[in-house]
Each structure stands twice: as C-alpha cells, then as structure tokens.
C-alpha cells in the first residue's frame, strides 16, 4: 500500500517544483515508511511514498517504461496481476520487475484507457503518457483506495491519496465547503461527491479521468456499475457458487511478500474469512482481535472460539471502552471531520496486527452486499407495507402517528416506534435516507444559522439517497437501499475509515468480500435469499455452516460499538460544554450558540439523547482547527 501524489500543467507544460511533489507526497509518509521517490519532466511531476508488499527489491515507483515514454504511480493491489502479466508476455512484452505496478504500465500501451476494466483489486493510480500528453487517473470499483484531486491558480492539476497531500501544496486554495459540513453533519462523514475543503473533487468509485494538455479539465467517466437484477437459482446451488466465489477472493488476496494476517472480531464476516484462509495457507493463520473493559462491548469470546477452531495464533488486546485519547490522532487522520466512533477501535485493531503482519484480511462488504445490517431487514418489512398501501393513505396515517409518538430513546427496543411511523410515512428513499443519517433535518435546522441556511441554498444531504435509489437499476426496494450503500455510505464511512486507521499505521487492509465478481454475484440473490425470517445475510449465513457453528452465525450483530453517549455525560462532560463557547464553531457563524447549549444541556440531563450530535461537533470543531486554522 502507498501514497501517492503529482503535478500536471494543463495549459501549458512549465517546469514542476520538485520541492513541492516531494511536500505533497512526504505529507503521507505513514503510507509508505518503506521508500520515498519523486519523477519530473516538463509539465508534469509524480512522487510516491511506499510500502513495500510485492517484489520487494524492484517494485520503486514511479516507474517508468524502458523508453522513458510511460509513467506512473500507483497505490494498492492488482490481484489478478500475475494472469495479466503472462498475457503480455505472450503478446511479446518484455518485463524487468516481477511487481503489479510494470503490469500497468504494460497493460496501457496494449489496451488503452480500457486495461482498467482488466484489473482485479483495490487501486488508484495515476499514469502520464509523453506521446499522447496525456494524464490519466484511475480508481477501484468500490473505491476502497481513496484520490482527490483539484485545480489550483497555477493552470495546474494536483492530486493525492489523501487530502493532506493537497494541502501540502501552497497555491490550495483553503475554504471550507458549507454544503460539505451539512452532508457530514447529516450522515457523520462527508460522502464522497463532496470534500470538506471546496474546490476539491474525489475521483468516484469506479470510474477513471482523462485530461490532455491544451484542453479543459476532463469529466470522470464510468467505467463499471452494478446491476442487481435476481436470477433464479436453488438455494443449494447459490451456497456452492458463493462459498467458490469466497474461495478464489479470498485466495486471490493471500499474495504477499511481507507478513499477511486477519482481524478477527468472532462475527460471521471475519470469521468466515478466517475459515477460508485456513482453508487455503500452508501455515496457521495470524489473527488479532480487539476486546473491551465492559461486558457489554466485549466480542472477544467469540473470536477465540473463531481462533480456536481454525488453530490460528491469535493475539488479543482489551482497551478501555472510554479510548477517547485517540481523538487528535482520529482529526489528523482523517483531515475531513469523520464521526464514525468505531474509527477508535479500528485504529486499535490496526495498530495491533502491525505488530506482526504488514497485510491484513477484513471481512468490510458482506453487510453491504448481502444486506446484513438491522436496517436493511427493517427497510425490506417497510416495503412490504408501501406495496400494500398507497402513499397518499400511508402519508397522513403512519405521518401522524409518526409526529405523535413520543421520542423514547432511554426504552426498550420494541417500544421505540416512532421512527418506524414516521418512516412509513415517508418515500422508500426518504425513509432509508433518515435511518442511515446521523442527525435528522429537524435538529440540524435548530442547529444552522440563517447564515448557514442561506449558504446551503436548499442543498440537503439526504437528497443524495433519493435520487440514487429513485435511479437504481434494481427490481426491488432492497436493493435499491443496497445500491445506495455501496454508493455512498461503503466508500464515504466504512471504506475511509478502514483505509486511514489502517495507512495510519502503515498496514495494507484487503477487503476479498469486496472483489467485483463476488459484488456482481451478490446482486443477482432474489430478496428472500438477502432477508428472510427477520434476518439478513441469509444466503451468507446459510452457505458458511459448513464452516462455522451456529452461535457465531446466528448471534446478535455487533461491531464496534463506542459509548459515546456516556462520555459526554462522563470524562468529555466539559469538552461538550466547551463546545457552547468553541471560537472555531464561532468564527464560521454556521451555528446557533444557543442551540447548542440547548442540546449539549438536555444530553447532559439525560433528558434526551444527543451524543452522536455532540460527537460531530466536536469532530467537526478539531478538523477546522486543524484543515483551516480557524479558532487557533
């Protein structure tokens, strides 16, 4: 895994600093603590920080053709590289290095724009071609390695792994993005069709950017979806392609020359990684897992049981769950303001397994593509109610009972009904849109200045979801809050927060339940072999009892659960109340003092449950501090 970074002039091709590519590249030297290097030629500049996984001794970057003709840098893993590189060789190429990178370069002066389409993995890279003078970027179909990019004054286009990269660089122009803070303070995490910093752009997912030099700055194209259209098939038949499917994904990312090892949680995702890569390794499998000081928050039974079973050698690392020491380490990180609090137990689990292995397998994706999370159940019985009943009855009948009920967080589960009202009450997008937000339009309009309400201009974040599901090639309401999932939420929270916590300590995460083919096979599963019985990853779960008992396939759903609502009543009491007075909330005069004093209050009461809010402010607060120097 690496970092990497450049210079291209659009307009004309003036000389590139090389003090400067270097700034943007060392910026993220937690990326690559192996090597460092830096290309120039006229109008373009490439630097690359690496961390070394394959062919060790020759795989420096940027690398270059032979004939000087093609460059390029490039982060992350081409699993399917060594197939590729054969196929070259026996079209008559010639190789020097035994690396995925030369495989890129090779596969472009034979295809074209179109070898993306050819490669298996997790990438971005960046490829500059003399002859044709032209750049070309491009990232991984889910977007689990992250770029950005933006046109400075100049006349020319930077680009990085990270933001940090960006803004190493001095012509940058820092402003912050109002729209940007109302995604993030809507959903915890700013998506990735918007940047905290404005001006600045994320490649998509999926998609590749070609400019040529003399021509405006080019358009993202994309160069792979995902259709779920159900095929049929029996039950049997899908558990026999899925586990094969699993199989050769999970194999496909055991290619290393360092280390290689698993996080292990005892959840049906990691562990059934855990099963096939013991399944398929010569030698016991490295795993480590996370626990907690409090019962209630403690997973690592189940992992050793996991451990056990599959004889690995498994370490294990009990936290405290008030870990909030992490937060100036999240900030820096993350650059953006990101308010996922399992970040702090990533980053844990993270730091653990680089104690060992430089590579580490994850079990991120299955939720997404099988439909494992409580509201993808929930959401597939609402829709069984639209059908059932038109939205012009559903609107005044669920609505009023939704703005009726009373607002009980402190109850027991089954009594929290409200949301459940409101949310038939509303479209199949806008229900989902509120059950996978953060802090509801309500209260963020509480919140907002008529300043910051001016400046958004009517933008509102959860539009986003609408508009994907409305337009998403599905055939049912599941799918389409699937669809919406790997389009925003995989690449915007969970994939980021995997990707930072693990660079952050320089380890190389794979996600195998994230292959493409494995993503495509997912969304042809008819609805009742997603979410049946009340359950979701049923074909999932159904398929790996061959592996694993039922204890760790059918036990309740976890992850990495923070108390961050406990904190802010406890040890960050006084870090919530600072946040009334805070001089970076201040100086953008986005927010209401007054409103926040009202929640930060009534949280502190236990009168009403604001947490996650207070949570955002205070990420959001530290990230103005940091990207911005606003408050210092």
């Known amino acids: 895994m690496c970092g990497i970074a450049g210079i291209f002039h659009l307009e004309t091709a003036k000389p590139v600093d090389e003090t400067r590519v270097r700034a943007m590249a060392d910026s993220m030297a937690h990326r690559g603590p192996d090597d460092a290097g830096v290309w120039t030629a006229q109008g373009v500049g490439f630097g690359h920080r690496r961390l070394a996984v394959i062919d060790l001794e020759d795989g420096a970057q940027p690398m270059a053709t032979p004939d000087g003709k093609l460059v390029t840098v490039f982060n992350g893993m081409i699993y399917n590289y060594r197939e590729l590189r054969a196929d070259l060789l026996a079209l008559g190429h010639e190789f020097q290095t035994n690396c995925d990178t030369e495989v890129i370069l090779h596969a472009w002066r034979r295809w074209g724009p179109l070898c993306i389409e050819r490669f298996q993995g997790m990438f971005a890279f960046a490829l500059y071609d003399e002859e044709a003078k032209t750049l070309f970027l491009g990232r991984d179909r889910l977007g689990i390695k992250p770029l950005y990019y933006a046109e400075v004054s100049d006349g020319s286009l930077i680009f990085a792994s990270e933001l940090k990269g960006l803004l190493a660089h001095p012509l940058l122009r820092r402003r912050p993005s109002e729209t940007a803070v109302e995604d993030f303070m809507a959903l915890g995490y700013v998506p990735d069709d918007a940047c905290f910093v404005a001006g600045v752009k994320k490649l998509p997912p999926g998609h590749y950017l070609m400019t040529r030099r003399g021509l405006p700055l080019a358009e993202p ?11 049929r098939r029996k039950a049997e038949a899908a558990q026999d392609e899925l586990v094969a499917h699993m199989t050769e994904s999970v194999g496909s990312r055991l290619i290393a020359d360092v280390p290689l090892g698993a996080f292990l949680s005892g959840g049906v995702d990691s562990s059934s990684v855990v099963a096939l890569m013991a399944e398929q390794s010569r030698s016991a499998v490295e795993t480590c897992s996370i626990g907690f000081d409090e019962a209630e928050y403690d997973e690592t039974d189940y992992a050793d049981r996991v451990a056990a ?65 409580r509201r993808h159940v929930f959401h597939a019985g609402e829709e069984r109610a639209r059908k059932l009943l038109p939205h012009a009855i559903r609107r005044p009948v669920f609505g009023g009972l939704g703005a009726a009920y009373p607002k009980l967080d402190w109850a027991p ?113 008819p609805l009742k072999q997603r979410v049946r019985g009340g359950t979701g990853k049923w074909l999932l779960k159904q398929a790996m009892r061959r592996y694993l008992p039922e204890d760790i396939l059918y036990r309740q759903k976890m992850g990495f659960v923070t108390p961050i609502s406990a904190w802010f009543r406890g040890a960050l009491a006084n870090e919530a109340d600072a946040l009334v007075s805070s001089t970076a909330l201040a100086e953008t005069e986005w927010f209401d003092r007054q409103a926040i004093k009202r929640i930060v209050t009534a949280h502190r009461s236990g009168k009403e449950e604001h947490g996650r809010t207070i949570w955002q402010l205070m990420m959001l607060d530290r990230s103005l501090r940091r990207v911005f120097a606003i408050g210092r």
């Not at 194209?221 to 095929?231: A, C, G, L, N």
């Not at 999240?330 to 689990?349: C, G, M, N």
């Open 221 to 231: 194209r994309r160069y792979w979806d995902v259709q779920f259209s159900p095929q």
């Open 309 to 373: 079973r599959f004889a690995t050698n498994h370490r294990k690392r009990t936290v405290a769950a008030d870990d909030f020491a992490l937060i100036d380490t999240l900030v820096d990180a993350f650059d953006e303001p990101f308010a996922d609090a399992s970040a702090i137990p990533t980053y844990r689990v993270c730091e653990l397994a680089r104690e060992k292995v430089t590579v580490a397998l994850s079990g991120d994706g299955a939720d997404e593509i099988f439909a494992g999370y």
């Open 413 to 525: 589960r089954f009594l929290r009904a409200k949301s459940t009202f409101q949310g038939l009450g509303m479209s199949s997008g806008e229900a989902y849109a509120a059950s996978v937000g953060v802090t509801g339009p309500a209260l963020r309009r509480a919140l907002y200045s008529d300043k910051m309400t001016t400046a958004l201009q009517g933008h509102r974040a959860e539009d986003r979801y609408v508009r994907t599901m409305e337009n998403a090639p599905v055939e049912d309401g599941l799918a389409a809050a699937q669809y919406a999932d790997l389009k925003i939420w995989l690449p915007g929270d969970i994939l980021t927060k995997v990707d930072r916590m693990s660079m952050a300590v320089s380890l190389e995460a794979r996600e195998p339940l994230l292959d493409h083919r494995l993503v495509e096979f997912a969304a042809t599963l």
